[in-house]
């Protein structure tokens, strides 16, 4: 499966942003989908995972109640929706897919001003 990544930009604090994983090659349903982060000087850490076929959602606590993710198996397309935005969201956000193996997208910048 192949992934992009679309969607990140520079907001202003307590602003939204909407990030879009679509997916070619293969059905999203068929994999565990995530979104990891990696700010400057940090390592990279999972925030949100979804499996669409049954639904099964978690978050990091870092993002728990701000954060959404969600698929749409329509348009094999998995979202984040990132709300009240802090400066310490800024980072590099990466797709990521799992089923045996692990799959990535390129990352896309978010970037949260104070």
């Known amino acids: 499966v192949q992934l992009q990544a679309y969607r990140g930009g520079t907001v202003s604090a307590g602003g939204s942003v909407r990030l879009s994983c679509a997916a070619s090659?293969?059905?999203?349903?068929?994999?565990?989908v995530g979104w990891f982060r990696q700010a400057p000087g940090k390592e990279r850490e999972g925030i949100a995972s979804?499996?669409?076929?049954?639904?099964?959602?978690d978050y990091a606590d870092s993002v728990k109640g701000r954060f959404t993710i969600s698929g749409d198996i329509a348009v094999n397309t998995v979202y984040l929706q990132m709300n009240s935005l802090k400066p310490e969201d800024t980072a590099v956000y990466y797709c990521h897919a799992w089923a045996r193996y692990d799959y990535w997208g390129q990352g896309t910048q978010v970037t949260v001003s104070s």
């Open positions: 979804i499996q669409t076929a049954d639904g099964s959602i």
């Open positions: 090659g293969d059905t999203l349903d068929k994999y565990v």
